[in-house]
């Protein structure tokens, strides 16, 4: 099993940036596949990025496009969502989660989550 643990969220004012990490431990393989999920309040946690472990590929909702970028540290087994030009709609709990057998993007298909961090951007 592998065990994850989020960090960097925070308060923001919408326009600013915020970067996440996740740092990885346990029973892991390079094959992995990392994703960040989000979730507000009375909503379905929703799919924001994920990225290859071993060969870098990344995806992304279109409603975060152009404005995060999800990376990788190898040697310290960390992931990294940075975020930039945040929006109010932004706000929500974000977590981090690995995929053991490929490179998903619904929920379903990851098998370890982290406890998440809160992120809120004020208006």
């Known amino acids: 099993q592998v065990q994850l643990v989020e960090s960097g969220g925070g308060l923001v004012q919408a326009g600013g940036s915020l970067r996440l990490s996740c740092a990885a431990s346990?029973?892991?393989?390079?094959?992995?596949?990392m994703g960040w999920f989000r979730q507000a309040p009375g909503q379905e946690r929703e799919f924001v990025a994920a990225?290859?472990?071993?060969?870098?590929?990344?995806y992304y909702a279109d409603s975060v496009k152009g404005r995060f970028t999800i990376s990788r540290d190898n040697a310290k087994k960390t992931v990294y969502l940075q975020m930039n030009s945040l929006k109010p709609e932004d706000t929500a709990v974000y977590y981090c989660?690995?995929?053991?057998?490929?490179?998903?993007?619904?929920?379903?298909?990851?098998?370890?989550w982290g406890q998440g961090t809160q992120v809120t951007v004020s208006s």
């Open positions: 990225i290859s472990w071993s060969n870098g590929r990344t």
């Open positions: 346990g029973r892991f393989f390079s094959n992995y596949g």
């Open positions: 989660a690995a995929d053991h057998y490929g490179l998903g993007s619904s929920a379903k298909e990851y098998e370890d």
